[in-house]
């Protein structure tokens, strides 16, 4: 049997009609850059995110990027994050200049650990960008917490979290920021790169959109430095398109990973399986723990299954970030985890019969 980590083809043809018809739509207008269905997207996405304000941006990275921008942030700065994520989050620090500073993760739900946050906050501390990883959301609350404490700004990643939610509030509706992603393998996907940031607050909202456009308010005339950080009218057309079926695939996503923790508890497997500690994880990923973990991804990569690693190198060991001079025990738990965890197919799509294909497999390993 073959499963793989990700089908899209599997998702398109089940709405091929509405998808070709977006694009269509957009081709035969010619309005490529902005305009009409940038801005259909921009209030469907914050209306689902339960934000006032959406701003269609380039990609996640970009996102999280021109929100620092937004703040001013830069050499001197410090923003407290997670080394358990993708490169975007802690690159995007750095590329403004400022100085990632880690907190390890909670080895449970594999977000930051929020205890640890207030021992980090100096003087030069500007922000905090907890990640909800895998589609769960971090303990928001105690994020806030010290954020107010310490009059320092969020900004959620939650690229991997559109309509998770935390004690009944999305994801990208708490912080001051939030910053989405419809990269392909996001649960509401464009059909390339493309990104939102969603908030609350209405100047920022507008900084936002003026950066996003090399600064201008008014074209030809630079308030502010920004770059070309614009979100395509094909991106967003697409996205807009799939909206409405974003929660049947989330309830078949979740559906998916009760099945898989039913299966791995009645076969009896070795394999630590995900803790749901939010009112709604949306499952981007469905993780497993377990020993030997590379040597298990090459077994099941013979038996065609597929999996991936999010993530083999947590940040602050990363070679580019040598010069912040984090040596190997620094941060334990993210260690641990980027030595265990393994991300099995978890799409709308699985079939029961692949995921029992996929327990089967783990399990033959384990024995
Ligand atoms: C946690 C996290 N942050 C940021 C990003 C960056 O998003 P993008 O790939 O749209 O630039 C991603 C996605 O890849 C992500 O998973």
Redesign the pocket.
Known sequence: MNVPLLDLKAQYVTIKSEIDAAIAEVVESQRFILGPKVEECEKAIAAYSRCAYGVGIS??????LVCLMAENIGAGDEIITTPY??F??AGSIARMGATPVFVDIDPVTYNMDVSQIASKITSKTRAIIP???YGQMAEMDAVMQVAQAHHVVVIE?A??AIGAEYKGRRAGSIGDYG?L???P??NLAGIG???MVVTNDAKKAERVRILRGHGAEEKYYHKLIGGNFRLDALQAAVVTAKLPHLDGWTAARQHNAKRYDQLFREAGVPVRTPQVRTDRHIF?QYVIRGENRNALQDRLKKSGVGTEV?YPVPLHLQECFAYLGHKPGALPESERAAEETLALPIQPELTEAQARYVVECVRGFYR
């Open positions: 990609s996640g990275t970009d996102a999280l994520s993708f975007a989050t990640v909800h990883l990643d690229a991997q910053c992603s419809f990269y393998s996001k790169d493309g990104g981007n999010y």
